[in-house]
Each structure stands twice: as C-alpha cells, then as structure tokens.
C-alpha cells in the first residue's frame, strides 16, 4: 500500500516536554507489524548479555563470531563480553564462571507471560522505534477544498482539526522483517521510557514484571508476516524558552515526551532530502527569532554536542534533563567520548581519554553529593576508628553487609578519616571519600541507592576506584618514558557504564548501555 491520503493514520495523544511558542502536525510513515513478545520478571543481566552468555556456554567466544551469530557489531560484543568478566560471570579463559552459569540457569527458568501487540518500523532505514502499542488508535480526518489533509483530534460532538505535514512522496524504502531480538528491544526501550516517565511524574508503580530482561528469543512471533503502512501523527514545536539548544523538538508520537530518536531521524531525512519540503516547513515554523540559530545547527560543535546529548537520552531516557547540571556533566562526558572514538593521533587522544576520566570523575561526585540530600551522612565518620588497619576491616564489612565485592581496593581503603568526615559532614573532598561515605550511610536506609544497586553490580565500588585511580592512568600512558601498557579507549568502558549504572540506580532510572 503506498503512502498517500488515503492511508490511516495512527494517533496517540502525543505530549511536549517543553511549553512551545509554536507547532505544527506531522505524519511520519511507518510499517506496523502485529506480535507476540515475551514478558519477563528479571534482576539480573539484559537480553544481549545473557545472550553472550548463551554463546559462551556453547563454547563460542570470539567477539566477532559472538557479533555475526547474533545481529550485532564486534565492538558491542567486546564490550559486552568486558562488562561480564567485570561482574566475574565470564573468566580470563572464556569460560563461565559459577556465577555465570547461575545466572544463566535462573534467567532461563524464569516464568514468562506473553503479550500481543504492534512495532513500528522506519521505512526508509527498516529500524525499530523504540515503543511497542497493544492497541491500534486511529484518527478521522477530514480535506479542505483546496486538498489539504486535516487532523480531526477533538471529541465527536466537538472536533477540532489540525493540519499536518505529509511527505509528498515516500521512496526508496525498503523491505525486512525485523529480527526477534530488534522486537524484544523495542519491547524493552518502550518499557524503560515509560517506566523513567512514570518516575519523573511521581507515579509510583509496584508492577514487578519488566520488559527489561527477556530470556526466550523464540518466544517472539509474527502474527502477520506482512506489515501495514501507516502515518504515525505527532507535532514539531519551537520551545517557549529561546535559550533551549535546538531551535525545534519533536514529540514522541507515543504520548512520552519528547523524541530524540524521531529528532534525529528528521535531521537526517532534512539533509539528505529524503523527505521534500521538510527544511522550508521548519523554517516557516521557526520564524525569523530562530533562523540563525537553525542555519548554525549544522556546526561541527553543535553536531556534536546534539549527538552528545542524544547518546545521554538514549542511555537514560529524556528524564535525565529533569537533573540539569548532572545531565550536563554526562553530556559533556560523551562529547569527550565521542571526539576520542574519532581521533588517530595517539598524542591528542592521550589528552582526550584524561578529560573523559575528569568529567566521569565529575559527575559521580555530583551523583554521590545528591544522594547526601535524600540519605544524610553528617556523623558517619564516626562509626571509624583512629586505627587504620581496624578501619580497613570496618568498611570490609560494610561493603559485605551491602552485597559489594570485597576486599575493597587498597587505596580505597587508605583514605583517612579526616578526608571522609569532611564529605561527610560538608560535601567536599575527592571522589574515593564520596564513595566511602555513602558507603557508610547504608545501614541506615534500607533503601539506599547502594544497596539495590549491590545485587545486580557487586563490583561497582571497585570500578568507581578504578575511575579515581584514571587520571594518573592517563597520564602515564602520555609519558613516553612510561613503559606501561598504554591506556586505550576500550579501557575506559568500564568506569564509564559505572557511573552510568550509579546514576541510573540513584535516580531510580532504567539504564540502556
């Protein structure tokens, strides 16, 4: 069926996250496939993990082998494969360790639900968006004389009628069903996002199963092989506030705040044509107030500094905006990243991987600093002893009775007293005090941050060491006369994913790696 006026369109109440001076519809094409998707109750490791796990426990082990056998590229399967030998589910020798096959077993006997419901695919590229719908919503349109399509949105006894955006053409587009594991991560993001916007909105929900973790890839069934073409309604706005850093935003159609996925999708079909008329439709919307700053947003700088901030949506959905200098920081964490991933000259990328180690430094200080509002920590220095060697053993116990790794990192232990009162009781002080002062803290909260993150990352604390110790890891990879093993990007993957998962857990956000 080609896209055109008389192809249905889909409707979902789509909501701004921002206050708008100005917006306009728009209908965006999709393919709609109708599924089946698993449900699963999960703690413990994601899909793609435990479908490494899979692969090991089968004797495959080599990323790239890993990569080809499931969809996915070799650096993702390297990186995957690092973060289970970090969490001990994986040895040195490839092979599972008992934790891993322990959490193999119980991800695999898990209970499972099934639900039926609706994917969405890009036409043009064949990605997912990341949402799944158990129902279809369509709208009543209505054509003005002179041909013009218009949304019906109101009531039935009170319409009130929008004109939208339509491509005049959709070409080029191409045909694949999506793979079982591209179902379960739309499945899986959908989840996360609603579940990030619930928190933000204060809506407590005690719902236990997640679609964050589903074992069964064959559990995923197409009802029918051959999908629908619709248009998917939303609306573009310019933000009330001029300060914003993008000149227009777009809805998620899905009714959950803004879209940087559908934002960056645009963009791209803006400046490769793809769609006609797009760029003139902005500008019209935009007016003259914002036209420089639009002309300007092909700017390597503002490029990168977009692509910064959708890696940091991605990872912990547009909620993340809601803490504004922790948001910040993370941004300015993965504008650093993403200058190293593209540098050559070892010299010039010495200097990057020290600034990625600072501003992740950075932002688990903020982190750790905002935990001290909810779960106080005036006085914990004193549950320390004059004695070194008795503390040592102290926070050992602490670190055990929280479910962390221990013994804890020699230099981690080392630092006095003196240093962890002063964060305690005043906020300042190094990264290394932060960590043992609210380390300190969780006897007294049962819901401590640390606590429900210990389960799931019991060697978090030893990462977080690990990015304190960065910058002089960095800086002796610089010195020529070093003879250590040089510090790579990959190297800081680790400590990076850390801070992301203490930020995530003490925000109660949903993280995707």
């Known amino acids: ?37 698993p449900l699963a109750s999960s703690n413990g490791v994601n899909i793609l993990e435990k479908a490494v796990l899979g692969m090991f426990r089968t004797g495959i082990t080599e990323n790239v082998e890993i990569g080809l056998h499931l969809g996915i590229d070799k650096e993702l399967a390297a990186l995957i494969t690092t973060q289970l030998a970090n969490r001990y589910y994986v040895d040195l020798r490839g092979e599972l360790t008992e934790s891993g096959r322990e959490i193999l077993k119980n991800e695999t006997s898990m209970v499972q639900n099934s639900s039926v419901g609706f994917i969405f695919q890009d036409p043009w590229t064949g990605d997912l968006f990341p949402r799944f719908v158990e129902r279809e919503n369509y709208t009543d349109v209505r054509f003005k004389e002179s041909g013009f399509l218009e949304l019906s949105l109101g009531t039935t006894g009170k319409p009130i009628y929008q004109s939208a955006f339509m491509p005049q053409r959709v070409e080029n587009t191409i045909e694949r069903q999506p793979s079982p594991i591209e179902v379960i991560n739309a499945v899986r993001q959908h989840h996360r996002t609603s579940r990030n916007v619930r928190q933000m909105n204060k809506d ?6 997640s679609f964050d973790r589903i074992p069964a890839l064959d559990r995923v069934n197409f009802i029918e092989e051959e999908p629908t073409d619709l248009w998917l309604a939303t609306f573009i706005y310019v933000p009330e506030d001029i300060s914003s850093p993008n000149p227009w935003n777009i809805c998620d159609p899905f009714g959950l705040g803004d879209s940087p996925w559908l934002f960056d999708k645009l963009e791209k079909r803006r400046k490769d044509r793809t769609i006609l008329g797009l760029e003139q439709f902005l500008l019209q919307m935009i007016g003259d107030q914002r036209k420089e700053q639009f002309d300007k947003f092909n700017d390597r700088l503002t490029l990168l500094d977009r692509e910064a901030r959708l890696r940091v949506e991605r990872k912990l959905s547009p909620v993340i905006r809601k803490w504004e200098d922790l948001f910040e920081d993370l941004v300015a964490l993965e504008r650093s990243y993403i200058e190293a991933e593209e540098l050559t000259d070892s010299k010039i990328l010495f200097d990057k991987l020290e600034n990625i180690v600072t501003k992740s430094q950075k932002a ?17 220095a004193n549950r320390l002893s004059g004695n070194r060697n008795l503390n040592h053993q102290t926070l050992n116990n602490y670190a055990k009775n929280a479910g962390f790794q221990e013994p804890l990192p020699p230099k981690l232990l080392n630092i006095d007293r003196t240093s962890i009162r002063k964060a305690a009781d005043g906020g300042y002080g190094s990264l290394r005090a932060l960590i043992l002062v609210a380390l300190l803290a969780t006897p007294n909260h049962s819901a401590h941050p640390l606590r429900l993150l210990a389960p799931q990352s019991p060697n978090l604390l030893h990462l977080l060491d690990e990015l304190a110790e960065g910058r002089n890891a960095a800086t002796h990879a610089s010195d020529p006369q070093d003879t250590a093993q040089p510090l790579k990007l990959v190297d800081l993957a680790p400590q990076v994913d850390a801070v992301y998962r203490l930020v995530a857990g003490a925000l109660q956000l949903s993280y995707q790696p």
């Open 204 to 209: 407590n929900d005690d719902e236990d199963w």
């Open 1 to 37: 069926m080609p896209f055109d006026k008389k192809t249905p369109i889909l409707y979902y109440d789509p909501k701004s996250t921002a206050r708008w001076s100005t917006r306009k519809y728009l209908l965006y094409p999709v393919r709609m496939y109708r599924v089946v998707a």
């Open 364 to 380: 688990a200080e903020r982190l750790l600093k905002m935990l001290q509002q909810d779960f106080p920590t005036r006085g914990v």
